[in-house]
């Protein structure tokens, strides 16, 4: 299990983004978050609920992201990105639009050209405020991990009110200016076959890219301990097939290895 102790942490070196300063909008001793994905890197949670958890404040966040970002222009350190990630789900931070802006002038102040990205479950876009706050970064990666409700639920295990046909009319909000992620598995869980590379499983979830139109598709499969040690890796050469098929749609895609 990996968490996050900081509100900012690393830079990291990241396989998509490169030279990637981390923001955890989320507490700094557990995790939080309105999925319960089965391959968490963070483990699983015994609720998603909001009791008893301290999310850091607005303008903590701000002058954390301040201090380190001018630390490392005086060491004339590079940078790729700012991603928000750390121990859950970013977008449920109730000040998570005011949080964008900031980032935004400090981002303009200190690391001008640097890309500033979200890594999103896609549950809050019914919010206008996170839709609006998505819409002024870089890079917008909203998950999507099957085409068919009932193996996304068995996956990402959401809290209760999550509806797949209503993340996809969310995400057409966005007219494909955003990063479609996917990630890829399969294994036994409780005695039960849980796979989103099937035939069925595949078509269903190039329906969905072709609904929303996204700009990018980013696929990627297990790179570190999951919760559950019966998932298995997808292969690069099996994540290939799959992206040449994404390819045929006439949509871009990323393959991390």
């Not at 989320?26 to 015994?46: M, Q």
């Amino acid at each position: 299990m990996i968490l996050f102790d900081e509100i900012i942490f690393g830079p990291v070196k990241s396989r998509r983004l490169g030279i990637s300063l981390g923001i955890n909008l989320l507490p700094t001793n557990s995790k939080f978050c309105n999925f319960n994905c089965i391959y968490c890197e963070c483990g699983l949670s015994e609720n998603i609920d909001a009791v008893g958890k301290v999310l850091p404040s607005c303008e903590a966040i701000k002058k954390a992201l301040e201090n380190k970002l001018q630390q490392m222009i005086e060491k004339n350190e590079k940078l790729d990105a700012i991603t928000f990630a750390g121990n859950g789900e970013p977008t449920i931070h109730p000040e998570f639009a005011a949080i964008i802006d900031d980032t935004i002038n400090a981002r303009n102040k200190y690391y001008p050209k640097v890309a500033i990205t979200v890594l999103s479950n896609a549950t809050m876009l019914h919010k206008d405020t996170i839709v609006s706050a998505l819409k002024k970064i870089e890079k917008c990666y909203l998950k999507i991990d099957s085409g068919v409700e009932e193996t996304l639920k068995k996956i990402n295990q959401p809290a209760p009110n999550y509806s797949l046909s209503r993340v996809i009319e969310n995400l057409q909000k966005f007219k494909g200016n955003f990063i479609l992620q996917t990630m890829f598995t399969r294994g036994e869980i409780k005695n039960e076959i849980i796979d989103n590379t099937t035939v069925d499983e595949i078509s269903a979830w190039l329906s969905i890219i072709q609904k929303t139109k996204p700009k990018l598709v980013s696929i990627y499969s297990i790179q570190r301990i999951p919760p559950y040690k019966s998932l298995e890796i997808v292969p690069p050469e099996e994540l290939e097939i799959i992206a040449q098929k994404v390819r045929n749609l006439g949509i871009e895609i990323e393959v991390a290895k």
